[in-house]
């Protein structure tokens, strides 16, 4: 069979037909899709990462600082925390423990060159304190310090190692925050 050709006229009007390997997206639809994206990623930070400062959320250091008692005093002796207290009761047949629900309130942990403000207060005896160095530990207390103030010596248990430590882009700890 016989091909037919067309006159050079018809051909300047000619145009092949589309091509069925056109891009998937074409470029306004990726920009687009970018656009999304990168405003969802900026509103999932920005409500994750909003701070929420009522005392049922602690969510971060400067809410337990403002919550310690004696707050100005506690962050320059010592530091704050937060104190859990709990009981624990043992069965012995059979053998059985049972934890109560803890009780979390505010306090404060001082350094062991501070405790002069206590004996200063008279908040503690000196044989509280020559026990209380006699076993290397230090003193912190819950409460304002007065006559409400509940003073304990209290033992830093260095085994339990803080896993926040050495993480990459963190600086090193000074010495002086890290022991009491």
């Given amino acids: 069979m016989a091909r037919k050709y067309k006159s050079s006229a018809s051909y300047s009007s ?14 306004k639809f990726i920009a687009i899709l970018a656009a999304i994206f ?3 990623v900026g509103v999932g930070i920005a409500f994750s990462s909003s701070a929420n400062f009522n005392p049922e959320n602690v969510a971060s250091r400067e809410v337990i600082d403002r919550s310690a008692p004696n707050a100005e005093l506690c962050i320059q002796y010592g530091a704050s925390a937060m104190v859990m207290d709990t009981r624990f ?4 047949n059979p053998f059985n423990v ?3 629900q803890p009780s979390i309130e ?3 942990v001082l350094r062991t060159n501070n405790w002069s403000i206590l004996e200063q207060r008279n908040l503690v005896t ?14 912190g207390f819950t409460g304002e310090l007065g006559s409400d ?9 260095d085994a339990a190692d803080n896993l926040f430590r050495n993480q990459p882009g963190m600086g090193p700890i000074a010495p002086e925050n890290d022991n009491f």
Avoid at 89 to 92: H, N, P
Avoid at 151 to 157: E, G, R, S, T, V
């Fill in 38 to 40: 990168i405003f969802g």
């Fill in 98 to 100: 049972y934890v109560s």
């Fill in 89 to 92: 009761f043992v069965t012995l």
């Fill in 14 to 27: 000619y145009s092949p037909p589309p091509s069925s390997s056109s891009p998937l997206f074409d470029y």
């Fill in 149 to 157: 103030a509940d003073i304990d010596c209290i033992y830093q248990n």
């Fill in 106 to 108: 505010p306090g404060c």
């Fill in 126 to 139: 000196q044989k509280q304190v020559r026990d209380c160095k006699n076993r290397m530990n230090t003193f």
